[in-house]
């Protein structure tokens, strides 16, 4: 499986409950795949894997593989803190249909780099599915080397990388150092902001959370690319760019309440989603940072 | 519960085969208690929660409750990604007998103080037994603030605080702001080379990973901070620290594995623990690491 | 002033004595002036400013404005802790001939975003150059913030930003907001190996550290950048990215040592530089890591 | 010289058009030297070194060596970016008088732990005067190690070290092996809030900013620490860790306008400085901050 093109980490909807809403995610997942994306992502931090227990992982997983039906594939996040966790959560989204699984490097306890390459090797040999990294060291707190991941692809361990790091420098070296093994790799960028640059430096994708919102957006770009009309993947960028104004415009909350809180919300104003329902211990979106969110969309044209 | 004294993290021994060696904790355990520490903290970092599955965790959790058996309380750590993945944690341990549950601060999503510190209200009301946080900043990424945790104390939502933040000014703090509220919180350092000085600061007990090598030194030290004598509380202390060398003489491993390898290590040069085997993806401690650490525990005297 | 094109930063040559070497300086500057540079950027970070006194920064600006002879504008780095060190380097730079002063936020002394923003009020009332803040996270521990420093531009402050904080989201953040505001910043990107993906952000020109190597390879690519021929820009940029693993073949030495290390290894192999002389306590490259840095040179045809 | 005691970092006192206030200066370190401190350290961090251009550093270096008057050592620091130009500060501060010289690992530019060695071995070659070493990672960004500190002590190129790390833990690894090593040394804690707890480690010092407000607290807890008398020592940190809070209740303003802003304006409000000045680009504290800072000395009996 070489993956190519627009890759969206799939929010996941509540209910006001706190209860998967099924419904949304269907809606969401559906509006996505009619606008042409390439592949869905789900359990991944946009995903709320870190706040979604075992049982609800499994939910989401199971929807995601029915609901894309063979449509495309489903990358499952098999996101914990270290191998032998990691492992079973692998082994269960494999079981239950992923089409890939994507893992961090180990986190919570300390290491060196020698045990971060072993880890996706022990991962590797215990699941069947191709395996992607996912570079976050926003939150894993280790950056992966761009020569241990080339070395892992031509060995056959991995399959890709979700490049989440904010590192363009390293990225660019990532592809130059891929491109010269044969590109065993195949390399999305994880910065919705910058996706055009990134197609610059040779990414074979994107994984934008604000797809979620603007999926027409990143496909019209990922094929301005395709064609190389760089005018066009650039204007098409700037739009979406100023489009993700709806998570800076949050005042009060940071970080995943102001990220996933903005794309839920928009997604709640745009009608796909039944509520913006955040997971504790993160607050939902109200009042003035709602009004926000609606005005970035009126601006750009989203909403009425 | 108020707890006081030495509660050592129980270091978690394995079989060759990785399996858990239920022989050997035992032995540790029952060690430790006749040396007279006064708690098990077992599922803590040192106890290798990150490399446990549920499976083994609740292996642990019911042989430190039974092998314990009432002699000591059993506190365990409930060590999880985000609320709702630390409260099913929480609970099962309940469930197996957990005389206290420990947890962290939220880890790998991305919030602010506020979230931290209702992620530390909404556990306590989904379990009964006493709540202790753990500050652990080097694998959390958040430093616990003392005021809040001074808060949580007064309002009954915790019980005590293992302090493993390296930062005794913000220890001191945090011990003089729980004085003045009535002395809510039971506070424990976790740096067992600078017991001492946390007993200086005010603090109602330690949390010693090399209490599981030296229970009897720990134990003395307490004694003599009971007894006001400080000459010896720092005598024993010097000793102790010099004996820490065993995971500083570590060549090629760093973190967890220099650390815990070398508790594990000496264990089995003690006779105590079978293996000194280490979990996925970190490696055992081999060759020149154990004479190191042998040299080590022969000039403290703990070897022939 | 409105800076737009290529300004390198230029690497300071030294004799083996220690002493500046003013020969090899001027054949470096003429060589990059022939090439076509549009601005020069002295006493930056690639030219040592953190390693040279007063004494020495002067004899380098002087240097600098005597050989441009005013065929294009010298920015000069006054780069010091706190505010009233700052105003005197930039005066005495001033005084020199500087036609711009390059800034960071203050350092070594803790504060907020507010005297972040102060200093360079503070600083640009004092002198009568245009002001460009440099943003260095990795030396100062503070990254500017887009808001900032449009804020700044649009109050007569600053005349540009040298961004090296390699967060190209922000940067493009930047650029959106520097737009929206009449574009009263001149934004330059300090990385070398993503000036492409910048140019494509909407860059106004580029501080390449390597583009005292290969300084026409930048000058024909902004100048493809100019045309609108981004198949050339990318290809160029690949090209000068595989040129900058001069720096990452380095063994045994790294950050400034490796970095400015390898430019003046590779210029002395050029014939430009007399020596590879680096600063105290900086150990000069020998050796195996010189041999490295030619078969680079040579792999990209820019030695025999 | 084998400093042992208090040795205050003095506090530099301005007018508020800026100049500096010698008078008060006087009036404070005669204040210190009247209540028994062992010795001074002017040019510190909270001596405002990196806000105080060369002139004004050298004018506070004569102020000290004259009040002085050979009654206790004058501890000078040279603190700047690499190491030619702390090699011209510590020169300097030599010529004016200075008893020790006080310096931190080099910053800004980016290198290894053995440039950071090389940096202390040229500095001592070119001063006559005693060199400290001063780890102040907050500022810095390099901690300095113990085995590192150690070899340089028994190589005769430091004298001491002034720690203001806030990692107790390698406190104590120093103190252990230092004194291996036969006590080259002289090791002082910076932190006022846990000096206590550094002396139990076997600190030779402490260089306390809160010093400059109640040098008799500090002096008292010396000699009870010198009498084996830990229950004083103990009450003694207690009291001092509460007036402490001066830096703490202070709103809007953090890191160094906080700290020293606090301490400024206490010696204000005690009468020993003739106004609470601040040195651009960090503002005065004010109003409520101002009334908070005398509550605490109220509530501490140091104002009526």
Redesign the interface.
């Known amino acids: 499986m070489s993956l190519r093109g627009v890759v969206p980490p799939v929010v996941t909807p509540l209910l006001p409950t706190g209860e998967f809403d099924r419904e949304s995610f269907d809606r969401n997942v559906n509006r996505m795949l009619d606008a042409g994306v390439h592949g869905l992502f789900v359990m991944g931090?946009s995903g709320?894997v870190?706040?979604?227990?075992d049982r609800?992982r499994d939910e989401v997983t199971r929807a995601a593989v029915e609901v894309a039906a063979g449509r495309v594939p489903v990358l499952v996040g098999a996101?914990?803190?270290?191998?032998?966790?990691v492992v079973?959560q692998a082994q269960r989204a494999q079981d239950l249909g992923a089409d890939a699984i994507v893992i961090t490097a180990?986190?919570?306890?300390?290491?060196?780099p020698?045990?971060?390459e072993?880890?996706f090797r022990?991962v590797a040999e215990a699941v069947d599915a191709p395996l992607y990294a996912y570079d976050l060291p926003?939150?894993?707190?280790t950056k992966l080397q761009p020569e241990m991941l080339v070395r892992l692809g031509v060995d056959g361990v991995l399959a890709g990388v979700k490049d989440s790091s904010?590192?363009?420098?390293s990225f660019?070296?990532l592809v130059?150092a891929n491109r010269d093994a044969g590109s065993p790799l195949s390399l999305l960028t994880g910065?919705e902001?910058?996706v055009?640059?990134?197609y610059?430096?040779?990414a074979d994708g994107a994984v934008p959370g604000l797809g979620n919102v603007d999926p027409h957006g990143f496909v019209r770009q990922w094929e301005a690319y395709r064609a190389?009309d760089?005018?066009a993947?650039?204007a098409e960028?700037?739009r979406l760019?100023?489009l993700m104004d709806i998570t800076?415009v949050v005042k009060g909350?940071?970080?995943?309440?102001a990220g996933v809180g903005a794309f839920k919300t928009a997604l709640q104003l745009l009608g796909v989603f039944t509520s913006n329902q955040m997971?504790?211990?993160?607050?939902s979106l109200t009042g003035a940072n709602v009004e926000a969110i609606a005005n970035v969309l009126r601006a750009e044209g989203l909403l009425d």
Do not use: K
């Open positions: 931090s709320e870190a706040y979604s227990t609800r996101i914990d803190m270290q191998t032998a966790r079973e180990p986190f919570y306890g300390l290491g060196g020698e045990q971060v072993r880890h022990v926003v939150s894993v707190h904010g590192d363009d420098v660019r070296r130059l910065h902001v910058v055009d640059g990134a610059l430096s040779g190389g760089w005018a993947v650039q960028q700037d760019s100023r800076s909350v940071s970080g995943f309440g997971p504790e211990p993160v607050p």
